[in-house]
């Protein structure tokens, strides 16, 4: 039986005997009606379960978007001319980065015994050295945004500095 306004009927009414000439017919109907429903709640159920997924990684990326930013390798001391190097105490040379974003920054010299560095404008926060597989240091800056981490891991790295205006964080770098 169909509802549809393509019933060839024309909408006429139907008397159930017409419909259905006896009870298998009646039984196999509600069988089909019964699947439909099946069917209908599934694909609801999935959409349902899309459509909030979704939503949720909308409001994901809304919040890492206001939360991080990257900062860029602006300067890179081992891509400079060897003549401009700047020595340590050891006398091996030590290699400085500078990296920048909107209005923010961080400057670090790196060496045998470790990262140092401050951030830019100089604030107070924390800073911590990555890796791929998490976090390896973290130290907080004094006022001036000094910081010293006494750790030099092997592989990519990355800088996370956080601070009372939000988290940034520098691009990878090989180590």
Partial sequence: MSWHS????????????DVWADDDALAAELVDALADADLYERVSSSAHRAFTAHRGMLAARDDLAVDLMLLELVHDSHLAEASTAVRDRSGQPSRTLVFEGEGVGVEVEIDDDGVEGQLIPARPGQVTLRTPDGDVASVETDDVGYFRLDTRPEGPVRLVCTGASGTCVTTWLPW
């Fill in 6 to 17: 393509d019933d060839p009927t024309g909408g006429a009414a139907l008397r159930w005997e």
